[in-house]
């Protein structure tokens, strides 16, 4: 069984431990874009939602751009988040383009995306909407599982009132769990107004699938850290890279580092 060494500090990274993936995980980052190569040795990039203000067009293909500066041979995983308005067809179709201009300076259906334009997986680019991908290592596979889903979004997008058999669709044999809101009842959900912000169906359905050994979510900003779970032996982190005031969390420079041993 796979084992992680987390790390969320101000630079001095660690050495990779020998045959071990490296993972380099943001989220929330808002237009912004924390420094990924003062990393070393990484493997995989991923981001867990959140990666625009609005979701505009111009938002994501400034991000896009970002993630080509990258060493085109690691893989980059990418969900959304309640933020990432443009990737939300159905809520875009569903607000309409009056409301998207007045709320959010929309423009309809040019920002209204084909995500399949913006993330190539032939460019090592991966969008996990609600779906699965078997990443292949020097390890040998891992099943990952992303969700840009949010319990009460309160307006924004990819947002549910009633979670139904959402979560329940997680693959069985999933290892690494790619959510952008917390689950419920962990302390990297709880709010800086004492609140538990996470989905009481997710937390659910992580405790009942035992493969999960990794989950990775932001959405509480400020709420960043590792939450291990001594009886599952389950590692929760919120990694979240800016402040609620959307400032770079500079107790970990806005990047979080697992090792997967």
């Given amino acids: ?29 808002h237009n ?11 493997d995989v990039f991923i981001h867990c939602g959140d990666i625009t203000m609005t979701g505009r067009h111009s938002e994501f293909s400034r991000f896009r751009q970002w993630l080509t500066t990258m060493p085109p041979e690691n893989p980059k995983i990418v969900i959304a988040g309640n933020h990432d308005i443009g990737l939300d067809r159905e809520f875009c179709e569903r ?39 078997e990443l292949k290592t020097s390890q040998g ?11 009460k979004s309160h307006g924004w997008a990819f947002g549910y009132e009633k979670a139904g058999n959402r979560w329940k669709e997680i693959p069985k044999d ?4 790619l959510t952008h809101m ?25 405790r009942g699938n035992r493969s999960i050994r990794l989950h990775l979510f932001g959405h509480c900003h ?10 599952t032996r389950r590692v929760l982190v919120n990694v979240a890279s800016l402040t609620r005031a959307y400032n ?10 697992v090792d997967r041993v």
């Fill in 248 to 257: 770079v969390n500079k107790k970990t420079y806005g990047l979080t580092i």
């Fill in 95 to 133: 607000v309409g383009p009056m409301r998207l201009r007045k709320m959010f300076d929309h423009k309809g259906a040019a920002d209204s995306l084909d995500p399949s334009h913006l993330f190539d997986p032939k460019m090592n680019i991966h969008y996990l909407q609600h779906g699965a991908l």
């Fill in 222 to 231: 400020e709420a960043v850290g590792v939450y291990p779970e001594e009886a």
């Fill in 174 to 177: 999933t290892e690494i769990l």
């Fill in 32 to 42: 912004r874009r924390p420094h990924v190569e003062w990393v070393p040795d990484w």
């Fill in 141 to 151: 596979k891992i099943k990952i599982f992303g969700s840009p889903y949010v319990f």
């Fill in 1 to 29: 069984m796979a084992t992680y060494g987390i790390y969320q500090g101000r630079g001095n990274y660690p050495p990779k431990p020998k045959g071990a993936t490296r993972f380099v995980v943001v989220s929330d980052t």
């Fill in 182 to 206: 917390p689950p419920s009842e962990t302390l990297g959900a709880i709010s800086e107004d004492g609140e538990d912000i996470g989905c009481p169906s997710l937390g659910q359905a992580v």
